[in-house]
């Protein structure tokens, strides 16, 4: 796989390897980063094609590794990565709305109802919820936010 760091990791942790989050005083391992458009866009393509090509395997984080030691919170991290490039589909969709409307005369999203507002609200506390989780986990700060 393009990605063997993700597939390697996941597997790993099926067969009930744990990890740490480790924070040496010194830089431990230090990587080269993209430094043009095009390398980045090209990099990001990889990994992409390697999170389909996992998700398309046996190994898809969604049904391999089950009664092994993966705990449920390190499944859904291996699902996020395997399934982000799908997203760009609804994301597509999402952004050939507004030209749609433009395009029609027509707004093709109907009035929303007290339920789909309260729906709207519970996604958006979960989502804010989600930052502040990450955030204390990372140690960073409310004032740093």
């Not at 063997?4 to 390897?17: N, P, Q, S, V």
């Not at 095009?38 to 996992?54: F, K, N, P, T, Y």
């Not at 339920?115 to 979960?126: D, G, H, K, T, V």
């Not at 986990?137 to 936010?145: A, E, K, L, P, T």
Request: hydrophobic share 45%.
């Amino acid at each position: 796989s393009v990605t063997e760091d993700i597939l390697t990791g996941f597997k790993m942790h099926c067969h009930g390897w744990r990890s740490i989050y480790c924070i040496p005083a010194r830089p431990a391992f230090k990587g080269s980063a993209p430094i043009n458009l095009s390398d980045r866009l090209h990099q990001v393509l990889r990994w992409a094609l390697g999170s389909v090509e996992i998700f398309l395997s046996r190994h898809c984080p969604l049904w391999y590794g089950y009664g092994g030691g993966l705990k449920w919170l390190e499944r859904l991290s291996y699902i996020n990565a395997t399934v982000y490039p799908w997203t760009s589909i609804p994301l597509v969709a999402y952004c050939t709305l507004p030209a749609v409307c433009l395009l029609t005369g027509k707004f093709i999203i109907p009035e929303l109802s007290n339920i789909a507002s309260l729906w709207f609200l519970a996604m958006f506390i979960c989502i804010f919820a989600t930052g502040i989780l990450e955030m204390r986990w990372s140690g960073v700060g409310i004032d740093d936010w």
